[in-house]
């Protein structure tokens, strides 16, 4: 899983970085039409606009990240949805499910404070860690840490003999 991570990381920063020249020579040639452009209306679009252009790149990668944890963490809060989430988002050694789970047992949390910590400490550090090593390969960072977390506890509690789920990395 790591390696794909990876792999996947440097692909698209290879196609965001192609992406970002190929957009800069287009706006060089379409300029002059802004001009001519009507601007376009409606207040709300433009202070999300606006709030969302004076975040970060590191701000803007863990905002995704943290919305799939509170449409995860919402998800566990619907009764018809408990099966499910027990099934796949919790990590359990003696499951059904083995492989799905060590991902998507990352994004579960047990409760809001659990939840608010984590995504506090995330949104702290994300500037920095993503202008060292850019949004891919965080993102990859974040994936594998998930798995390879979740594997060692796999591994303890087949140690320990308990097999019990649980929740996060």
């Not at 996947?8 to 001519?36: C, G, H, N, P």
């Not at 433009?46 to 970060?56: A, R």
Request: glycine content about 6%; charged content about 15%; overall charge positive.
């Amino acid at each position: 899983f790591t390696g794909s991570a990876f792999g996947s990381a440097a692909i698209w920063q290879y196609e965001s970085l192609k992406s970002r020249v190929q957009t800069y020579f287009e706006e060089a040639r379409a300029d002059w039409m802004d001009k001519m452009r009507p601007q376009k209306r409606g207040d709300f679009r433009k202070q999300v606009n606006s709030w969302w252009n004076s975040l970060t790149e590191g701000q803007r990668t863990v905002t995704g990240i943290i919305a799939a944890n509170v449409f995860v963490f919402c998800l566990w809060r619907l009764p018809g949805m408990r099966r499910i989430m027990f099934t796949y988002f919790t990590s359990n050694p003696s499951s059904r499910a083995l492989c799905s789970p060590m991902l998507l047992s990352t994004f579960s949390h047990f409760s809001l404070f659990h939840m608010a910590a984590n995504m506090y400490v995330l949104w702290s550090f994300s500037s920095s860690i993503v202008s060292l090593l850019g949004c891919e390969q965080f993102v990859a960072v974040y994936l594998s840490a998930g798995v390879i977390s979740t594997f060692v506890s796999y591994v303890a509690k087949m140690a320990t003999g308990r097999f019990e789920p649980s929740l996060g990395a």
